[in-house]
């Protein structure tokens, strides 16, 4: 389904002539078949919508990263394209839950698990990355948890 989105979008791209949008989404393309070609090489089926969704979020990390290295050496026009291209990637994510809302899915996860002490951080992870992939940034939510746990 998300597949068929970015290639229906590719598509309109080079209609629109609209090179940004184009390269970005062939990019994406690309790396959603590396990715595939990766999960077939370990005798795993192609990747879910929602395994999908942790690869776009990945390639949207790796260009925070570039756009803050770009911003401390001075190169304006690299961290705008690079910004474009978080911009192009992100509409294909479902929106993402605030602090407050994450907040209170952990406290959801924690309270139906049972989950009490460090050691159920593992379980509560899990739960969240079944019910919220891609609506949360799941460093974050793992501070939350562990602070949640400790007290």
Same mark, same amino acid.
Request: no cysteine; glycine share 8%; proline share 2%.
């Given at each position: 389904?998300l597949?068929?989105?970015?290639n229906?979008?590719?598509?309109?791209?080079?209609?629109?002539?609209?090179?940004?949008?184009?390269?970005?989404?062939?990019?994406?393309?690309?790396?959603?078949?590396?990715?595939?070609?990766?999960?077939r090489?370990?005798?795993?089926?192609p990747?879910s919508?929602?395994?999908?969704?942790?690869?776009l979020?990945?390639?949207?990390?790796?260009?925070?990263?570039?756009?803050?290295l770009?911003?401390?050496?001075?190169?304006? $026009?690299?961290? @705008?394209?690079?910004?474009?291209? +978080? %911009?192009?990637?992100? =509409?294909?994510?479902? &929106?993402? #839950?605030?602090?407050? $809302?994450?907040? @209170?899915?952990i406290?959801?996860? +924690? %309270?139906?698990?049972? =989950?009490?002490?460090? &050691?159920? #951080?593992?379980?509560?992870?899990?739960?969240?990355?079944?019910?919220?992939?891609?609506q949360?940034d799941?460093?974050?939510?793992?501070?939350?948890?562990?602070?949640?746990?400790?007290?």
């Amino acid at each position: 389904m998300l597949r068929d989105a970015i290639n229906t979008a590719v598509k309109e791209a080079m209609k629109a002539k609209n090179e940004r949008a184009l390269s970005t989404l062939r990019m994406v393309n690309s790396t959603i078949k590396n990715a595939d070609i990766e999960a077939r090489g370990q005798g795993k089926p192609p990747l879910s919508d929602g395994d999908l969704l942790s690869v776009l979020q990945k390639m949207i990390k790796q260009r925070q990263e570039s756009v803050e290295l770009y911003d401390k050496g001075g190169r304006a $026009e690299l961290a @705008a394209q690079e910004r474009e291209e +978080i %911009a192009i990637i992100s =509409a294909y994510l479902p &929106k993402q #839950m605030s602090e407050d $809302e994450v907040k @209170a899915a952990i406290a959801a996860v +924690i %309270a139906e698990s049972g =989950a009490s002490g460090i &050691k159920n #951080m593992g379980k509560v992870i899990g739960a969240l990355k079944a019910k919220f992939a891609g609506q949360m940034d799941f460093g974050k939510a793992s501070a939350l948890v562990k602070a949640a746990l400790t007290g």
